[in-house]
Nanobody, 124 residues
Framework: QVQLVESGGGLVQAGGSLRLSCAAS????????MGWFRQAPGKEREFVAV????????DYAGSVKGRFTISRDNAKNTGYLQMNSLQPEDTAVYYC?????????????????WGQGTQVTVSS
């Protein structure tokens, strides 16, 4: 069993940066793929980024590629999402997720564990 807790959200002006953290409990986290998703008000949850169990393989949604960076420190059981050049359209609740496999795709149903989310608000 893995429990995930996100932190680092907040209010930032357009063009600013935030780093989200995802603290995981359980010794298995280091073997699982980790993803970030987001959900804006009135919209469906969407994929943001994924990292393989080692962090070597990554993938991003087109809307964030070049601005966001996913990473992880398995020794600390923690994942990260560095978000730069934030825009108002990035405003959403951001969720960390883990899949019981070494790799996962953008499909949310591949993920077995989810955090409660952290709010990111970008003002114009």
């Amino acid at each position: 069993q893995v429990q995930l807790v996100e932190s680092g959200g907040g209010l930032v002006q357009a063009g600013g940066s935030l780093r989200l953290s995802c603290a995981a409990s359980g010794r298995s986290f280091g073997r699982y793929a980790m993803g970030w998703f987001r959900q804006a008000p009135g919209k469906e949850r969407e994929f943001v980024a994924v990292a393989s169990w080692s962090g070597v393989m990554t993938d991003y949604a087109g809307s964030v590629k070049g601005r966001f960076t996913i990473s992880r420190d398995n020794a600390k059981n923690t994942g990260y999402l560095q978000m730069n050049s934030l825009q108002p359209e990035d405003t959403a609740v951001y969720y960390c997720a883990a899949a019981r496999s070494s790799w996962a795709t953008m499909a949310s149903d591949e993920y077995d564990y989810w955090g409660q989310g952290t709010q990111v608000t970008v003002s114009s």
